[in-house]
């Protein structure tokens, strides 16, 4: 406490949060997801940041458009990625997120 305050300061109070900062980035293991995408030999993908991506003709809007990579799944021996990307809508851009098969998705 500091002369003067009534109660804890604020990093007093986020110290005893309980809330601790998260690890620091490891570099992904040889065999894992990278940034160029994922390995089709790894079965447990290293934990990834948001990555720029193209996405490639998706169901809702042809064409390529910009966006953001979240995680990488597998189903049925094929790897799909989360993507948040925009397209054009009838009243402005429209915020699409979904799940996409690897190979529409390409590093950005």
């Known amino acids: 406490m500091h002369p003067g305050r009534a109660g804890r300061s604020l990093g007093e109070r986020a110290a ?3 809330v ?3 690890p620091p980035a490891r570099e992904p293991s040889p065999g894992r ?3 160029a995408g994922p390995d089709a030999d790894s079965d447990v ?6 990555r720029h991506c193209w996405v490639r003709d998706p169901p809702q809007a042809p064409g ?3 966006g953001l990579l979240v ?3 597998r189903r049925a021996g094929a790897w799909q990625g989360r993507v948040a990307f925009t397209v054009a809508g009838p009243d402005g851009p429209a915020l699409v997120e979904t799940w996409l098969p690897a190979e529409r998705l390409e590093p950005r």
Do not use: L
């Open 16 to 18: 005893n949060s309980g």
């Open 20 to 22: 601790r900062p998260p």
């Open 33 to 35: 997801i990278t940034d």
């Open 45 to 50: 993908p290293d934990p990834v940041e948001g």
């Open 64 to 66: 390529t458009w910009p």
């Open 71 to 73: 995680e990488w799944r």
